[in-house]
C-alpha cells in the first residue's frame, strides 16, 4: 500500500508557512546536543488535495461495524444507534471544561447522578461509581476494594483470588496488579466451575473469586448460587465481570446472584462504538459492605441541586482524573432512555436468539466443544479440519469474504478456538450469510486447502508473521528504503 512519501512530488511545496519567529539562539543552547537534528526531516510535498485523498483511501480500508457483522466473541461488536451520537455531541456536553463550576454544570451531573441510579435498578446493588475508564479499569477498582474490606476487618492474610479457568484474560491481571495472588478453578465437562475443586481451596487466604458471567464459552454458571454462597460462607468477596451483560440484562441481576463487586462495559453494553484503545468506560457497582470505600468525588443530590462530594474517609481514593469519561456516559443515559425496561429485556433476548441461531446451524460443520445452550456467545474448534487447516487459516479466510473474523484461540481451554458473538443487532440475513460464508470456507478447506493457506489474498496487507511481528515490531516509517527508491 502506497504512503504520502510514495506520493510525494520530488520538487515543490505543498503549503505555506509562516516565518520562524523563534530566536536564532543556537538550538543546542536550549535543547542539548543530544537533541538536536543533524539532518533536516524528510516532509513530503503534497497538495492539500493529495494529502485529503489519502487519509479517505485509508477510511475506506477500515471495517467496522457499520459495514457488515463484526462477531468479536466476547467483545461485544454491535451496532449503536446514531442518535446517542447526537447527543454526545451536544454542544452542553461536548464543550463542557472539566474544571467548569458545579454551578453550571448542574445539567451534566444530574446526567451522571440519574446513570447511577438506573445502572443500581440493573444491577441490584446499592452503589455504583463511573470513575473507571475501561472494564479493565473497573476490575482494578474491583480488587482495590476487596483489599480495602479485608484491610479494615484486619484480615490481611487473605491474599489469594480463586479464578475460573474460563475467565476474561484480563481478571488475573487485575488480580495481580493489586497484590493478589491467583489460583485457577478448572471447568467440568459442562463447561462450567467445578464447585468440589473450588470448595477444596476456600480457605482462609481466600479474598474471594472472580467470575465472568456468562463466561466466555457463553455459557451461564448454573450453579451460580452455590458458587456464591460457598464463598461468601469462607469468607470472600465475589467479583462479576459484566462484559457480557448483554445476554441477561433486564431479565436477572448480579446482585440477586450475590456480587459483591460488578462492573459495567458501557462502551460494549449500552453502546459507545469501541475498539482500537478506545473510548471506554468501565462503571462499578457494589453490595453494602462496599459503598463506603467506592472512590470519590461521589455524585451527591441535596436539594440545592448537584454536587461533587468528597467527603468520605474510608474511600479508596479517585481512580481517574475528573469523572471518568463523561461522553460515554451521556452514551450509555441515551441509549438506557431509548430502550426502558422493555428495550433492555429485547437485548438480551436477541443477543441469545440470535447466538443459539448460529450455533445450532455451524455446529453442523465445525466441532462444537460444549454442546449445550449457549447465551450471548459460543465456541466452536478448528480441531478436526481437513487438510491440516488451521483456525487461524479460516479467520483469515473471512478477510477475503469482506467479514471480520472473530475472536480465534481464546479461551485457552479450547483448542483451536473460534469464539463468535453475532450481539442482539444482527438480522437473519446477516446471520445466514455469515454462515454461508462459514460453511463455504470449510468446503473449501477439503477441496482447495491453498485458498485457506494464502489468505487473505484481497486484503491491502497479507499474512503476516505475527510471531516476529511481536517480537520484533518496525514501529517507524523506513526512511532508508524510501530513499533509495
Known amino acids: 500500500m502506497k504512503t504520502l512519501f510514495d ?21 543546542a543552547d536550549v535543547l542539548g546536543p543530544g537533541l538536536v537534528r543533524t539532518n533536516a526531516p524528510r516532509i513530503p510535498n503534497l497538495s492539500e488535495g493529495d494529502v485529503a485523498r489519502h487519509y479517505t483511501a485509508l477510511s475506506k480500508l477500515n471495517y467496522g461495524v457499520d459495514d457488515g457483522i463484526y462477531p468479536l466473541g466476547s467483545c461485544t461488536m454491535k451496532y449503536n444507534p446514531k442518535l446517542n451520537e447526537d447527543a454526545a455531541r451536544l454542544p452542553g456536553f461536548a464543550t463542557l471544561h472539566p474544571r467548569v ?32 475508564v475501561a472494564g479493565a479499569h473497573g476490575e482494578l477498582l474491583g480488587m482495590f476494594l476487596f483489599k480495602r474490606y ?31 495472588s491467583v489460583t485457577e478453578i478448572r471447568s467440568n465437562d459442562r ?14 487466604t481466600v479474598a474471594g473469586v472472580m467470575l465472568t458471567v456468562p463466561n466466555t464459552l457463553g455459557i451461564f454458571e448454573e450453579n451460580i448460587l452455590e458458587v456464591t454462597r460457598a464463598v461468601h460462607d469462607a469468607g470472600g468477596l465475589c467479583y462479576f465481570d459484566g462484559a457480557n451483560l ?4 433486564g ?15 458501557l462502551h460494549k453494553t449500552l453502546s459507545t462504538p469501541h475498539g482500537g484503545g478506545g473510548p471506554g468506560a468501565g462503571a462499578v457497582a457494589v453490595s453494602a459492605p462496599l459503598v463506603d470505600f467506592l472512590p470519590v468525588p461521589w455524585i451527591a443530590r441535596t436539594r440545592e441541586g448537584y454536587r461533587l462530594d468528597w467527603e468520605h474517609a474510608a474511600s479508596v481514593g479517585s481512580i481517574h482524573g475528573f469523572y471518568g469519561n463523561f461522553l460515554v456516559a451521556v452514551r450509555a443515559y441515551t441509549y438506557l432512555l431509548q430502550l426502558g425496561d422493555a428495550g433492555l429485556r429485547a437485548v438480551s433476548e436477541n443477543a441469545v436468539l440470535n447466538a443459539n441461531y448460529l450455533q445450532e446451524r455451524l455446529k453442523k460443520t465445525y466441532r462444537l466443544p460444549y454442546d449445550r445452550l449457549c447465551k450471548h456467545e459460543f465456541v466452536l474448534s478448528g480441531e478436526g479440519l481437513p487438510n491440516h487447516i488451521s483456525t487461524l487459516d479460516v479467520a483469515k479466510r ?22 463468535i458473538e ?23 478447506a477439503r477441496e482447495q486447502p491453498e485458498l485457506l493457506r494464502d489468505a487473505p489474498t484481497s486484503a491491502p496487507v497479507r499474512r503476516l508473521d505475527q510471531t516476529q511481528a511481536a517480537r520484533n515490531p518496525v514501529l517507524t516509517y523506513p526512511f532508508a528504503e524510501a530513499r533509495a527508491s
Open 191 to 204: 463447561g462450567t466451575v467445578d464447585l468440589d475443586v473450588l470448595r477444596a481451596e476456600l480457605d482462609s
Open 7 to 27: 506520493h510525494a512530488a520530488r520538487e515543490g511545496v505543498g503549503g505555506l508557512f509562516p516565518t520562524c519567529d523563534v530566536p536564532a539562539k543556537a538550538p
Open 422 to 444: 453475532p450481539t442482539e443487532t444482527e438480522g437473519r440475513e446477516s446471520l445466514d450469510r455469515f454462515a454461508e460464508i462459514l460453511e463455504t470456507i470449510a468446503r473449501e
Open 246 to 249: 448483554n445476554s441477561f440484562i
Open 398 to 419: 473471512l478477510i477475503d469474504y469482506g467479514v471480520h473474523p472473530p475472536t480465534v484461540y481464546f479461551p485457552l481451554i479450547v483448542h483451536e478456538a473460534l469464539m
Open 150 to 180: 479485608f484491610e479494615t476487618r484486619g484480615e490481611p492474610g487473605r491474599t489469594r483470588i480463586l479464578l475460573p479457568d474460563s475467565a476474561h484474560g484480563t481478571n488475573p491481571a487485575s488480580a495481580a496488579v493489586a497484590g493478589f
Open 101 to 132: 463550576d458545579e454551578a453550571l454544570a448542574q445539567g451534566s451531573l444530574g446526567l451522571l447522578f440519574e446513570l447511577t441510579e438506573i445502572l443500581k435498578s440493573i444491577s441490584g446493588m446499592p452503589g455504583v461509581t463511573l470513575q473507571p
Open 251 to 265: 431479565r436477572a441481576r448480579p446482585g440477586d446472584m450475590g456480587a459483591d463487586v460488578f462492573h459495567f462495559n
